[in-house]
């Protein structure tokens, strides 16, 4: 007896120092623990347009968003110039926004690191069912002849007038028309995408609209779309993350991992997904490559 209560006591020591070990080691947080824990305590800021909220995009994709990374991002919903801004002066951490030639003159001057694409959709001309300039009948597909149309027929068109991507889309049309367009018919709201469609509906008037956004309230409002098709209304969003030498506040690991979530194939689909089963048509294509 004695033998093999001998024998058995290495393997009763042996099992009483494993079950300490674990007992240090369950206390103990391991660096994956860690390393997620600081980012679930992780915050970025996301500068972008009035259509990615107003369409309700945002809604859809940042709580998936914090739910992969932990990360949560604080959206600042500006015109695309603002948003630009914010980010020549450093106040954002990530840009996404829809004017690519003001977004690579960001990039050139070394205020963003790298622009990449990430979905399209279109802009249309909206306004009354009654049209009284006739564009849909005078200039359905040709953005440029409808707003001749409007200029010439004094007819109500309402402008962002904010330097937002859609502003300045509306503003190259007016060039590429040969028009200053000024006078009481002509107003300049200063206001984002929702509240300019609301103004819009309430004349009676025109108005330049990316589509999500007028998809998004076509229930609740009277105007429809009266121009579109024309490869000028293409509308493209991009995404930039601040150059983080801007200052020492600005999350650069957590831009570059916003970056990567909404240019992945999950991040894709469910852009590509996103208004189907409600407008019976996706409000943004998706196009990252």
Request: charged residues 20%; aromatic residues 8%.
């Amino acid at each position: 007896m004695i033998f093999k209560k001998n024998l058995k006591s290495p393997w009763l020591i042996m099992t009483l120092l494993l079950l300490l070990i674990l007992s240090f080691t369950g206390c103990t947080s391991t660096p994956t623990e860690e390393a997620s824990e600081q980012i679930e305590n992780s915050s970025i800021i996301l500068a972008t347009t009035t259509s990615t909220q107003d369409s309700g995009l945002l809604d859809e994709l940042l709580p998936i968003f914090k739910e992969d990374t932990g990360i949560e991002a604080k959206v600042v919903a500006v015109g695309t110039g603002k948003a630009l801004q914010m980010g020549v002066d450093g106040e954002a951490d990530v840009l996404l926004v829809h004017a690519k030639a003001s977004e690579e003159e960001l990039v050139a001057n070394g205020d963003g690191l790298e622009r990449f694409n990430v979905m399209y959709n279109d802009f249309v001309v909206i306004g009354p069912e009654s049209d009284p300039a006739a564009v849909s009948e005078k200039a359905p597909n040709n953005v440029v002849d409808a707003f001749k149309v409007i200029c010439e027929t004094q007819s109500t068109f309402v402008s962002r007038g904010d330097d937002s991507g859609t502003h300045k889309k509306e503003l190259s049309v007016w060039k590429a028309s040969d028009i200053t367009p000024e006078g009481d018919w002509y107003i300049s709201a200063g206001k984002g995408m929702g509240d300019v469609i609301q103004m819009a509906n309430e004349m009676m008037g025109y108005t330049l609209s990316d589509r999500a956004t007028y998809l998004a309230m076509s229930n609740s409002i009277e105007i429809i779309p009266l121009v579109e098709g024309d490869e000028r209304l293409f509308n493209q969003y991009g995404v930039i993350a601040v150059n983080p030498e801007k200052n020492e506040m600005i999350n650069a690991e957590g831009a570059q991992a916003f970056i990567d979530w909404i240019l992945s194939e999950k991040a894709q689909e469910l852009i590509g997904g996103f208004g189907i089963d409600q407008y019976g048509q996706p409000l943004f294509v998706p196009n990252a490559q």
